[in-house]
T-cell receptor, first 114, second 113 residues
Framework: NAGVTQTPKFQVLKTGQSMTLQCAQD?????MSWYRQDPGMGLRLIHY???????DQGEVPNGYNVSRSTTEDFPLRLLSAAPSQTSVYFC?????????????FGSGTQLSVL | DAKTTQPPSMDCAEGRAANLPCNHS???????VYWYRQIHSQGPQYIIH???NNETNEMASLIITEDRKSSTLILPHATLRDTAVYYC??????????????FGQGTTLQVKP
C-alpha cells in the first residue's frame, strides 16, 4: 500500500515549457486535490476532484489544468510555465469530499521555473 | 469554516509534554477540529480530529473546551522528531461539503534536547 505517490520529486523548467506533475493513490479515494506551498503563504488549493470525471477550481487555479479520468490518478498540467509557478506542489486525497478533513498527502514535487 | 488562531512558534524540551493551543471562537455546532503537522519539506500529516469530546490516538491527545471555542493538542512525550509546523483546522464533517480545506500559518514547534 503506497498511499499517495507524486512524481517527479524535483523538476527544473524554463519559462514557457509545459509539463505534467503526476499523482496516484491506491486507496480508492474519491477526493483528490492539488496544493502549492510557498514561503510565508501556507498551503493554497489549486484544483480538486470529488470523483472520476469531476474537477473544480480551488483558490489559485490560473495557469494549471487538471483532469480525472480514473479514480487513481489526478495529474496537474502546467501548459506554459512561469517563474511565479516556482513552488512545492502537494497532491492529497481522502476517502470522500466530506471527509476532506482527513487528507493523505504525497511527499511533494519541488518545481523551479527559470 | 471557522477561522483559527495559533501562536506562531513554541519551544518544548525533549521528553516533556508539548501543549499546542488553538482558538476557534466562531466555531459552529457541526464543525470538527482537525490537527495536522508538517515536518520540514514533507507533506502534511493528519494527526487527530474531534467534535466535542476529548480524543486520543497513538500520536496525540486533543482536548476541546466545553464551549468548543478553543482546543489543545498534546504530544505527551515530545521527541526531536516532533519538531514541525502544526496546523489547527476547523471544518464541517459532511458528505455534501465539497469546499476547500484551509491551512493557516500554523505553530512551529521546536523540540530541544
Amino acid at each position: 500500500n503506497a498511499g499517495v505517490t507524486q512524481t517527479p520529486k524535483f523538476q527544473v523548467l524554463k519559462t514557457g515549457q509545459s509539463m505534467t506533475l503526476q499523482c496516484a493513490q491506491d486507496m480508492n479515494h474519491e477526493y483528490m486535490s492539488w496544493y502549492r506551498q510557498d514561503p510565508g503563504m501556507g498551503l493554497r488549493l489549486i484544483h480538486y476532484s470529488v470523483g472520476a470525471g469531476i474537477t473544480d477550481q480551488g483558490e489559485v487555479p490560473n495557469g494549471y489544468n487538471v483532469s480525472r479520468s480514473t479514480t487513481e490518478d489526478f495529474p496537474l498540467r502546467l501548459l506554459s510555465a512561469a517563474p511565479s509557478q516556482t513552488s512545492v506542489y502537494f497532491c492529497a486525497s481522502s476517502y470522500s469530499a466530506g471527509l476532506q478533513g482527513k487528507l493523505f498527502f504525497g511527499s511533494g514535487t519541488q518545481l523551479s521555473v527559470l | 469554516d471557522a477561522k483559527t488562531t495559533q501562536p506562531p512558534s513554541m519551544d518544548c524540551a525533549e521528553g516533556r509534554a508539548a501543549n499546542l493551543p488553538c482558538n476557534h471562537s466562531t466555531i459552529s455546532g457541526n464543525e470538527y477540529v482537525y490537527w495536522y503537522r508538517q515536518i520540514h519539506s514533507q507533506g502534511p500529516q493528519y494527526i487527530i480530529h474531534g467534535l466535542k469530546n476529548n480524543e486520543t490516538n497513538e500520536m496525540a491527545s486533543l482536548i476541546i473546551t466545553e464551549d468548543r471555542k478553543s482546543s489543545t493538542l498534546i504530544l505527551p512525550h515530545a521527541t526531536l522528531r516532533d519538531t514541525a509546523v502544526y496546523y489547527c483546522i476547523v471544518r464541517v464533517f459532511s458528505s455534501s461539503n465539497t469546499g476547500k480545506l484551509i491551512f493557516g500559518q500554523g505553530t512551529t514547534l521546536q523540540v530541544k534536547p
